[in-house]
């Protein structure tokens, strides 16, 4: 989830055998696998026969950003880019958001909470089809993009620290702090409710996490002032020994965080728990027990897809006659 960085240092991550600092995958992983359990029996099931495949897919849309250049503005807004107070003035809605600030604009300060709701736009239409491939996907990369929407370093252009001679807090923020305390953490967040507007969901959330950068950032830099370099150790996994923030450092920031870390966590749960129910139930309440064997051949999938496409103009079609 580090973001805007070469592609030939991605690829050196990848020959070293390391995984580049992200919610990091553990993170990542931890919140598909919970939100799971907050859905309601009738969902509970299939997502529970292939919560593995949830968690290991919850970081393709990592994997896919070295390899697909669009991808990354998905991941985080850059609030600072769109001007002041922009959590407040941006757009909502994506078409408005394209016609107000270009494709040119989104693309270099980021696009995240219109994203999570083309997300779930596809989820509620693989529903529609009944398309248990497609469910599986977009649920599992819905949950990246949610998870992501709840980091703060993700609504800022001071992303890793390194306008503020902190470069690395990200990495210390959503990997190493979850990868230390998870254990310590409570994650029963309630059952998964309907969210009435996805959209002014995904930027609630947006605008929750825009508070928290300050707090991130000073108590970090406030730290380092009295730490140093003790701030740091080494650990060896496997056979590589790697420079790290020492578990002393991590726990003491972790503390003056005061649970933040924690918090955002369990709201990544419930909303992911949230948005997975919504897409269900706007699709259609498809009976899931069904496809828990069952996969449609492509021609059927096909017919489907036509066949939604057809409502979609016929639904707005009639709707945009009502309007005249």
């Known amino acids: 989830m580090m973001r805007k960085t070469l592609i030939f240092i991605g690829l050196g991550w990848l020959l070293m055998g390391f995984e580049a600092p992200r919610w990091g995958f ?8 919970l939100a799971v359990f907050t859905l309601p029996p009738e969902m509970a099931g299939f997502y ?10 919850s970081v393709n849309p990592d994997r896919r950003r070295y390899a697909v250049p669009e991808e990354g503005p998905r991941h985080y807004l850059d609030l600072e880019g769109y001007g002041d107070s922009a959590v407040w003035k941006l757009p909502r809605y994506e078409q408005e958001a394209r016609a107000q600030l270009g494709a040119d604009s989104m693309r270099a300060h980021g696009s995240l909470p219109w994203h999570v709701f083309t997300m779930y736009s596809r989820l509620r239409d693989a529903f529609l089809v009944n398309d248990p491939g497609a469910i599986l996907r977009l649920s599992a990369e819905l949950g990246h993009y949610v998870a992501d929407a709840h980091v703060p370093l993700h609504t800022t252009v001071n992303y890793d620290g390194q306008l503020t001679r902190q470069t690395g807090i990200h990495a210390l923020w959503e990997s190493r702090l979850p990868e230390l305390f998870f254990d310590q953490y409570r994650f029963w967040v ?10 002014l969901r995904a930027w609630a959330i947006v605008a929750h996490t825009r508070t928290l ?3 991130v950032l000073i108590i970090d830099r406030q730290m380092q002032a009295t730490w140093g370099e003790t701030k740091y150790s080494f650990e060896t996994k496997g056979r590589q020994t790697q420079r790290v923030v020492a578990r002393p450092y991590a726990l003491a920031y972790h503390t003056a965080l005061q649970g933040m870390v924690e918090r955002q966590m369990r709201a990544s749960v ?8 919504t897409a269900w139930v706007d699709g259609g309440q498809p009976d899931l027990r069904r496809l828990m064997t069952y996969q449609p051949t492509e021609e059927e999938i096909q017919l489907r897809q036509a066949e939604l496409k057809l409502w979609k103009a016929r639904r707005f079609g009639a709707r945009a006659h009502e309007a005249d």
Request: aromatic share 12%.
């Open 270 to 277: 419930k909303a992911l728990g949230d948005l997975w129910y």
């Open 26 to 33: 553990f993170g990542h992983r931890q919140i598909n696998r």
């Open 213 to 215: 950068v300050d707090s």
């Open 190 to 199: 309630g059952r998964a409710t309907y969210v009435e507007n996805v959209q």
């Open 48 to 57: 529970k026969k292939h919560a593995d495949y949830l968690e290991e897919a």
